[in-house]
Structure formats: structure tokens, C-alpha cells
């Protein structure tokens, strides 16, 4: 073989067709052509005939075919093993070529097929550049369906660059230098052998050769296989020489040796006399049976000749057993695997510094490492700048038959106005699981609404020495998301007021002209107008068969403008738009009407975002959001103004979660960010979803619900858990001792005044008042099956005394167990102990129910969640309320979920009453839908959508230095 791969040889037997027709994955090739016709093809047929007639057995040994018969049987029979409990496993082999040796790739391809893996083949030009051939192989290493390459290239294209750029894993050949290091070191168990090496040993020890203690000359072999050679033979106890054919000791050597196994073509100036009688003779080479070797072969061959077709046939073989083994690798690595993560160190202060002190004494590790070690492809990912990058929905195509991980989710008491730190555990408790007990975790988290972030909570991305890095990105922008629900929320309200303008200011056959207009001589109906003909039982599809009748039946909407539902949003506090008229402008001719503005995430498309799993779904989610009703009463949807497929193009980008990192390094999704009292308060599905497959079957994702468990923990469970299909393992309840002592009895805490002494000093009796607050939080937790364990959020005025009977009472409440934090000054290392009490929740089995039945009228739901879950005697419903509660019944929209829209701060309806309010009625002051989102939600008592500004915003800390470009005041 001068000018091929010495581990690459062409085949000169072709084994039996599999029955059935061929389970063959193709990828059109570049250059020369695949089919085995023409002249190449009679040449196999001739050589087959030759080969079957000298080689039909090994001298002194067994017939080469039933070696090969058994080496195929048994990787068939593996494969099967794999196979029955993974039934979606289907091993890919490539096959990569780059010249016209179509022999050897089909032999390789049938021996491949005989034995049930798929196939791909990748033809490359003869003259293919490293380069190119190198980004070949890339491309192979990044696609998870291939777990195997075969190489047939030019010998004088293999560089040391182009076998390494293999990666170990899929290096069925053995040719890479790290598993060449493994099998010198002894590891051949952990790493792939030379094919073409084993079948050497194979068929010599298989012939009745005796290799220990034998003089072996391997002539003419190089690279991985001669070291492989070599290796194999002194682990046998063999005397292993090696030699080039021109080297001046070659015929002293061939006169010293029992054994001689030739890894290149014999020149014609090297007489076979040199070689002894009786002496062993193995042909490695491509061309020794060609005729090349002159008079005498038959004498080397009754010498004990076994010939180059044995070798080859065995290699392609052994080839397909070292690809089965791939296979089983990589399906045990995706069921136990343990990312190869760096973690990053932190340096504790004391005092500890401020949030974004911490966020910028930390260096980053770049996005696309990080991915690349959470097991993401390159192609899954779409990079915003050197911290942050999208990742595609593909991946959730890719790891479908993936097992997925333990599922916990964190939630809290009812807090004070500064928040107890549940993202704070979130990020403690990833950090404690990756970075010191190294078991695979992501965080979940929602995007932080600007609102908020200028006004009187700040950031929103942890605290401390847990937290989400870099945290001005986090909580500035991010990755559009929210401006991007902005634009498309805002488009449809504008699509609502202008088709309603109008149908007010044309005729019917106007309306229906511009609706559907001549365009270069053509009318035609775009595809959402088609799909509303549809709905409106109109099957007819050319636009001038239409009655007048179904024409003004298409055109008009007739929206009845008191039931408008939809609102415009803003991601900003702004108190002066939550009631404003729209329409004054002389050119909007007299048409006006009261309407509001929201804030930004509590627009539905928020809602939809966070509940989709997928972008079909999120587009079927936006054309059924309902917008108002029509005169009749019939509900009036995106789909009908015709804006959906517009939506869907704005949303495009938002549907991917965004991946960031902790301060520790680990990985971290940010996605969607619905508002927590009128939406479900909850990150996404699709976060989530991808997130449970990253992880592995032994590993944790942590995702985090808004406020108390009485709001974001139930709304998770009888929202979000319907809407995904996923069962949680455990619930970790944030607790702090100020909440508790606020709950016992304690004067208000407000947002940027100092705490009073009781929150500083010691003071048992408040925090055993308040624990009542925790323990109904606890009970809440219970109605759903699920094992909570109490995270004590540490502050650094708490007592020990006072930590250990928060933990005493929520063990008596029922918690599985209740632990104290130290994350916030210390990093991961401060919740070790809480992510050990997690890991040992999960394991008990999850008895997850569901609170009630989706098929129970609408105001049966809500008593149950009222009565339940806030300790309500009962509900009073207003007028307006039970009036829509009967529209929606009557639309049809009576078996959705409940999301009840209340205040955070109590259990109750009324923010002022602490710990555990008792006998109250819960009144029900309206009632909405969110269609496409897919819940009602009612809304309790008074509840703004708009926030408002306090005296001193958070905006006043913050600002940007104009010659670093770094944000500063955020926290």
C-alpha cells in the first residue's frame, strides 16, 4: 500500500446480503461515485473469485470465514442486548472516503449492515486538502448520531493533525495518540485497537502459533498500526522487531525471524528467497497478491502464507466489533455521564462586597466552553457575545430518548417587601450539587423585568457569592426576550384598534378588496385567511366565489370594543399609563376608547412563551390568544385579525432559552419571565425540558417559582406541571428569620428603610410566632405529594439559636428536612449540606397529584385553590366576575387551569395580614383569560398590572462610566 492507508485495505470478499431491505443513512457524495459498476466493479468480481480460491482456509488453523462469522455474530447479539432496553438506539458508522476505493467501503458498509448499525457515507475529492478533511472530521465529532469513523484516505494526506483530529471516542481505527498512549500504558480496555493489528494476532494465534517467545519482523508497517503491532506482540511474550524494506539489516533480520508480517508492498529488488522455509508469513499489504511479487509465491505460500483477503475481511470485521463497543460507550455515558466541567473558584471576602463587586472579581469562563462541557454541540448554540448564548430546540430532538433528571423546584413563605433570596438558594444549591459534589445541575431562572430592576427591587440574579455572572447582562436586556414580547404584544393591539377603525369606516366590498387585493393581476388568500374560511365553514378558495354573505362574514370581525382584553405593555414602571384614552387624534376620526398600559411580562405572549414546548406549538398558542369578543359573543382571536404567523417571526429568537453561568461556573438557563401575580410566575418549559436531558438521569435541575408557595409553587404544580408533563422530586422551601419575625408579629419592613432592632437583635419569640406562616407553607407543599426541605436562608444577624428552631418547628411540620445556608457569604460550600439533604429527597419516590380536576366548573376550581391552599372560608364572586366566568364557560373555555391573580405579601387577599389569616372570605373582583397561555386567571380583590415607581428609585445608584463602559448601582 504506497499510496493508501496501511489500515485501510480493500476488501476482496464480500459477505452475505442481510435479508430485508438495507438500513443504509447516505450523504450524497462530493466527488467519484459509490456504486462499485464499470470496470471496477468486474475487477472485484475477478479478484473475489481469486481470493475464495486460495484463501478458503488459515494453515493449521480455522477457516477464516467462521472467525468472521463469530466476530459478526457476537456484535449483532450486543447490539440486540443495547437495543432492548434502548429501543430509539441506532449506532451510526461513517465511513469516510477520499478517492475511488469503493471495495473497501463496501465492504465495510456490508459487514456494517450485517450487523445492525446504519451507515453514512462522506465522499471527499482524491485531492482533498487537510483543511478540508479536517473539517470533515470536526463535523463528525460534533454529531452526536455517529458514533464511529472509518478513514480511507490518501496515505500522503494524514498528518499527525488529521488523525488527531479525531476525537478518541468515535476512533474506531485506534489511530489517534491518545488511544495509541492507552493501549502502550496497558489500557486497552479503555481505548479502540487497530483492527487490522488484532486481525494480525487473531489469525496467527487462531492458526496454531505459538507467539510466545517467537522472533516477529514486522516489514514495511508504519504508524498506528506498527506501534500497534508491536505493542500486541510483546504483551504476548513475542521478540518483536521492525524493519523498512530498504533497510541494509533486512535480510539478517528475515533470516532470525519465525514470523513475518508484511505492512507494505514487497519492492521487486527484495528476492523472496530471503525469506526461510517454513517460516510464518502474514501479508498485511494491499498489494501482495496482485502479481506483484514475481516468480516464488507459491513457494512463500506453502511456507504458511496467510494472505492479505483473511487479514482485511477479519480487520473490516473487528472494525464493526470496535464500532459496537463505541456505541455501548456512548449510551452509557448519556445514562451515567458526569460533565467534564471546570468549575471556577471563588475567594470568599469579609465583609462581603457588594452584588456586582462580586459579578466582576470573577472571570467568566467563555459561553461555547461552557456548553461544550454540558455536552451541547456547536451547532446548538447561537453565541450574544463572549457570556451568553441561545440555544436551539434542536438539542431536545437530539436527546428525546435521553432519561431525564431530578426535577426541584424552589419556592418560599410568604416574603417581606425585600424577597427572602429564593434565587439566591436557587444558585447556592447548583453550585453545592456541580461544584463540590459533582453531580450534574442546572439552575432555571427567570429574566428579570426592567421594571423591577430600575425601580424598587433591583437586580435579580442572586446575591453574594451565589449568583448568575456576568449580573448587568443579566439583569440589563439580556438577550432581547422581553423587547421582543413587547413588539409583538403591541403589534396585535395595534391590529386590534386598527381593524376595528376600519370596518367602521368601509363598505363590505371595500373591506373584503383591501383585505384580499389584486396583486400583479392575482387575488389570492394568504394561508391564515384560507385557515379562517375554515373556521368559518367557507370552503372555497378562490376569492372571487364568495357570496356577498360570506364575503362580509370574512371580512368583518366585529368586535364589540367593551371586551377588549388585550392591553398594551411597557417593560417599565409607569404608574400614569395603567388607565389612559386612546384615539384622540383628528385623524383616527372620533374613534376612541379607555384602555391601559401593563407591564411588559404580564402580557400573555409572556405566558405563552413560558408554557410552549416548542415553536409550532407556540405559534398554535399565539393564534388562539382571544383578544375580546364579538358582538354575538363569540370570542375574536389573533388568528382571526390575522396576525399570528407576524408574532411568531418576532418570537422567533425568544423561544430559545438563553445559557449564562454561576459565579462558580456552572451552567445556567435564563428564559421568559411571566409576572408572578397575573401569570404563573415560573421560567420556562422548554428551559427546563432541555435542561432535565443535559443532566443525565443522576443529575438535578433547580428551577425557581415566584414569591410564596401559596402563589408561583401551586400555580408550577397546576399550571406549568400540566402544561410540560414533568413530575417534581422535591420542593425546597426558602425561609429567612426576618420573614419569620415579620409573620410572629414584627413591625413592617419597608424597601429602603432601615430594619428595626427586632430584625438585628435576637428574639426567639417572634420566630416561634411566625414558624406558623412556615409550617402552612410546608402543608401547602404536602397537598401535592411532593417532599419539601426547609432552606434556612442565613442572614448574618441571625442567631444559632434562632436557625435551629426554625429547622426544629419545620421538621415538625413535616418537612423532610430543613438545613441552614451559608451561600451567600461563602458560595456552594454554604449549601453542601442543603444540596445533600436534596439529593436524598429525591430519591424517595415522588406521590405528585395534581390539587383538582381541570373538568370541574370554573368556580369550583377556585374555591378549591381558595380554601386549600390560602385558608379561605369560602369566595364571594362580583357580578362582573360570574358574568365571565359564564362567557368563558359558555366559549368553551370552562376546563382550563386556575392562575389566580393575588398579592404576594399575605395568604390572604389583604397584604397587611400576616402569618396565617384565618376565616376570611376571598373576593373575587373579575375574572380573565389567557387562551393561548392556556389558564383563567381571577383576579383577587384589587391587583395592578402596572407598577409603579417609589420616591427613590433604584435608578438613582445607577449609571455607567464612560471611558470602562461598566455599569455601576446595580446593587
Known amino acids: ?247 541494509p539489516q533486512l535480510q539478517s533480520k528475515l533470516h532470525e525471524a519465525e514470523v513475518v508480517v508484511l505492512g507494505s508492498p514487497k519492492p521487486e529488488e527484495i528476492p523472496l528467497a530471503w525469506i526461510q522455509p517454513g517460516t510464518t508469513v502474514l501479508n498485511c499489504s494491499h498489494d501482495f497478491l496482485s502479481g506483484k511479487v514475481g516468480c516464488g509465491s507459491a513457494e512463500v505460500h506453502s511456507s504458511g502464507l496467510i494472505e492479505e483477503d483473511n487479514v482485511s475481511l477479519l480487520a473490516a470485521a473487528l472494525r464493526i466489533q470496535n464500532m459496537v463497543s463505541s456505541g455501548r460507550r456512548w449510551l452509557r455515558e448519556q445514562q451515567h455521564r458526569r460533565w467534564r466541567l471546570h468549575c471556577l473558584k471563588l475567594q470568599p471576602l469579609s465583609p462581603v462586597p457588594s452584588d456586582i463587586e ?184 378562490d376569492p372571487g366565489a364568495l357570496t356577498e354573505e360570506e364575503m362580509s362574514r370574512f371580512a368583518r370581525l366585529n368586535i364589540d370594543p367593551a371586551t377588549i382584553t388585550w392591553q398594551r405593555v411597557l417593560d417599565t414602571n409607569d404608574r400614569f399609563l395603567r388607565k389612559i384614552t386612546i384615539g384622540q387624534a383628528g385623524t383616527e376620526k372620533g374613534y376612541s376608547r379607555e384602555a391601559q398600559f401593563d407591564i411588559a411580562v404580564a402580557s400573555e405572549i409572556m405566558a405563552v412563551l413560558a408554557l410552549t414546548d416548542s415553536l409550532m406549538d407556540m405559534k398554535v398558542r399565539l393564534g388562539k390568544m382571544v383578544v375580546a369578543s364579538d358582538k354575538s359573543g363569540q370570542p375574536v382571536t389573533a388568528d382571526d385579525l390575522g396576525v399570528t404567523g407576524a408574532l411568531t417571526v418576532l418570537m422567533k429568537d425568544a423561544i430559545k432559552p438563553t445559557l449564562m453561568q454561576t459565579l462558580e461556573g456552572t451552567p445556567v438557563f435564563v428564559h421568559a419571565g411571566p409576572f408572578a401575580n397575573i401569570a404563573h410566575g415560573n421560567s420556562s418549559v422548554l428551559a427546563d425540558k432541555i435542561a432535565l436531558k443535559l443532566v443525565g438521569e443522576e443529575g438535578f435541575v433547580v428551577t425557581e417559582a415566584g414569591f410564596g408557595a401559596d402563589i408561583g409553587m401551586e400555580k408550577f404544580f397546576n399550571i406549568k406541571c400540566r402544561a410540560s408533563g414533568l413530575v417534581p422530586n422535591v420542593v425546597v422551601l426558602v425561609a429567612t428569620v426576618r420573614a419569620l419575625k415579620m409573620h410572629g408579629g414584627g413591625p413592617s419592613v419597608t424597601p429602603g428603610v432601615p430594619l428595626k432592632k427586632e430584625y438585628t437583635e435576637e428574639n426567639i419569640q417572634l420566630v416561634a410566632d411566625g414558624c406558623c406562616n412556615l409550617q402552612k407553607q410546608i402543608q401547602i407543599a404536602q397537598l401535592f405529594g411532593v417532599p419539601v426541605v426547609v432552606a434556612v436562608n442565613v442572614f448574618k444577624t441571625d442567631t444559632r439559636a434562632e436557625i435551629d428552631l426554625v429547622c426544629e418547628l419545620a421538621k415538625r411540620a413535616g418537612a423532610f428536612d430543613a438545613v441552614p445556608c451559608y451561600h451567600w457569604s461563602v458560595g456552594g460550600r454554604g449549601s453542601v449540606d442543603l444540596a445533600q439533604a436534596v439529593r436524598e429527597a429525591a430519591s424517595k419516590r415522588s406521590r405528585f397529584q395534581f390539587l383538582y380536576d381541570v373538568q370541574l366548573p370554573i368556580v369550583e376550581k377556585i374555591r378549591t385553590i381558595a380554601q386549600a391552599v390560602y385558608g379561605a372560608k369560602d369566595i364571594e364572586l362580583s357580578p362582573t366576575a360570574q358574568s365571565k366566568i359564564d362567557r368563558y364557560t359558555e366559549q368553551g373555555f370552562g376546563n382550563l387551569p386556575i392562575c389566580m391573580a393575588k398579592t404576594h405579601l399575605s395568604l390572604s387577599h389583604q397584604p397587611d395580614k400576616k402569618g396565617v389569616p384565618r376565616d376570611f372570605i376571598l373576593p373575587i373582583s373579575d375574572v380573565r383569560a389567557s387562551i393561548g397561555a392556556g389558564f383563567i386567571y381571577p383576579l383577587v380583590g384589587t391587583m395592578s398590572t402596572m407598577p409603579g415607581l417609589p420616591t427613590r428609585p433604584c435608578f438613582y445608584d445607577i449609571d455607567l462610566d464612560t471611558e470602562t463602559e461598566q455599569v455601576k448601582g446595580l446593587f
Open 358 to 541: 462580586i459579578s466582576r472579581g470573577q472571570t467568566p469562563k467563555a459561553v461555547d466552553v461552557l456548553a461544550k462541557e454540558i455536552g451541547l454541540l456547536a451547532d446548538e448554540i447561537e453565541i450574544y457575545g463572549k457570556s451568553k448564548a441561545k440555544v436551539r430546540l434542536s438539542v431536545l430532538e437530539r436527546l428525546k430518548d435521553q432519561a431525564n433528571g431530578k426535577y426541584v423546584l424552589v419556592a418560599g413563605i410568604t416574603p417581606t417587601p425585600l424577597g427572602e433570596g429564593k434565587s439566591t438558594v436557587t444558585i447556592g444549591l447548583v453550585q453545592a450539587l456541580t461544584a463540590h459534589l459533582n453531580v450534574n445541575s442546572f439552575a432555571c431562572l427567570r429574566q428579570p423585568s426592567q421594571g423591577p430592576t430600575f425601580g424598587v427591587k433591583g437586580g435579580a440574579a442572586g446575591g453574594g457569592y451565589a449568583q448568575v455572572i456576568p449580573m448587568e447582562e443579566f439583569n440589563l436586556h439580556l438577550t432581547g426576550d422581553i423587547h421582543a414580547i413587547t413588539a409583538a404584544n403591541n403589534l396585535l393591539a395595534a391590529a386590534i384598534d386598527t381593524r376595528i377603525l376600519h370596518e367602521n369606516t368601509q363598505t363590505d366590498k371595500a373591506l373584503y378588496n383591501r383585505l384580499v387585493p389584486l396583486v400583479n393581476g392575482v387575488r389570492e388568500f394568504s394561508e391564515i385567511q384560507l385557515a379562517r374560511l375554515k373556521r368559518l365553514g367557507i370552503n372555497k378558495t
Open 1 to 247: 500500500m504506497s499510496k493508501r492507508l496501511p489500515l485501510v485495505l480493500r476488501p476482496l470478499r464480500r459477505p452475505p446480503q442481510p435479508p430485508g431491505p438495507p438500513r443504509c443513512l447516505r450523504v450524497p457524495c462530493r466527488a467519484g461515485s459509490t456504486g462499485g459498476g464499470g470496470r471496477e466493479a468486474l475487477l472485484g468480481q475477478r479478484r473475489l473469485q481469486d481470493a475464495r480460491a486460495r484463501s478458503s482456509c488459515i494453515p493449521g488453523g480455522r477457516a477464516p470465514d467462521s472467525i468472521v462469522r463469530e466476530v459478526i455474530e457476537n456484535s449483532k447479539e450486543t447490539l440486540r442486548l443495547l437495543q432492548e432496553k434502548n429501543p430509539a438506539f441506532k449506532p451510526v458508522l461513517a465511513l469516510m472516503q477520499a478517492g475511488d476505493d469503493n471495495l473497501t467501503q463496501e465492504i465495510n458498509q456490508n459487514l456494517a449492515k450485517e450487523a445492525g448499525l446504519n451507515i453514512t457515507h462522506i465522499c471527499l475529492p482524491p485531492d482533498s486538502s487537510e483543511v478540508e478533511i479536517i473539517d470533515e472530521i470536526l463535523k463528525i465529532n460534533e454529531d452526536t448520531r455517529i458514533h464511529g469513523l472509518a478513514l480511507q484516505i490518501l496515505e500522503n494526506s494524514l498528518s499527525n493533525k488529521v488523525l488527531n483530529a479525531l476525537t478518541p471516542e468515535k476512533d474506531i481505527d485506534g489511530v489517534t495518540d491518545i488511544n495509541l498512549g492507552k493501549l502502550v500504558r496497558g489500557d486497552a480496555h479503555e481505548c479502540f485497537v487497530s483492527p487490522v493489528a488484532r486481525a494480525v494476532i487473531e489469525l496467527l494465534e487462531k492458526s496454531g502459533v505459538n507467539l510466545d517467545g517467537k522472533k516477529i519482523l514486522v516489514i514495511g508497517a508504519h504508524g498506528s498500526v506498527e506501534a500497534a503491532l508491536q505493542c500486541l506482540f510483546q504483551r504476548r511474550g513475542s521478540l518483536t522487531m521492525s524493519s523498512q524494506w530498504k533497510a
